[in-house]
């Protein structure tokens, strides 16, 4: 019996000796594989895109809405609840505009325009398949994947009470 228990302790040393050494087979080989597929620079980042947005709001007779809140909503927002992100609001001419750089798989949002006085009906416009111009961007600037841009106009109407 003596003999059988050495058998099966030299047994799992020899087995511990292979795997070991399969191990720092495959970790010789995964560090061969890392070195070959370096491509020529070290460069670490994220990718971004700068969007733009702008537009006018004005009312149905076509005059100007200052202070109209203009919020951006994505489609993690909308499945999550939420209202969007102010991110601006209208001037004295009914303009807004907008410029932010961020990810560029954010290719739908929800534009959405409010008015807080409470006098005129909020609108929103889907916006989506957005086109990345990479015409302004340095072939180093591989993060880089360009600018996206949206005019969106919105006419609001008086709400029903505010007559």
Not at 53 to 62: I, K, W
Not at 75 to 85: A, K, M, P, V
Not at 104 to 123: C, K
Not at 136 to 160: M, Y
Request: hydrophobic share 35%; glycine share 10%; proline share 2%.
């Amino acid at each position: 019996m003596h003999s059988q228990f050495k058998n099966n302790l030299t047994f799992t040393s020899m087995k511990k000796s292979i795997l070991a050494g399969i191990n720092a087979l495959i970790a010789t080989l995964m560090g061969l594989l890392g070195v070959s597929c370096h491509i020529g620079y070290s460069e670490y980042g994220s990718p971004y895109a700068t969007f733009e947005m702008s537009g006018t709001v004005t009312d149905e007779q076509e005059q100007p809405l200052e202070n109209i809140q203009v919020a951006v909503r994505d489609r993690w927002d909308r499945e999550n609840g939420s209202l969007g992100y102010v991110v601006c609001s209208t001037n004295s001419d009914g303009q807004y505009a907008w410029r932010t750089q961020t990810h560029p798989w954010r290719d739908s949002f929800e534009i959405i325009v409010r008015d807080t006085a409470g006098v005129y009906e909020s609108d929103s416009v889907n916006v989506g398949g957005l086109e990345f111009d990479r015409s302004g961007v340095s072939k180093q600037d591989h993060w880089n994947c360009g600018k996206a841009e949206v005019q969106q106009d919105f006419v609001l109407g008086k709400k029903a009470d505010n007559d």
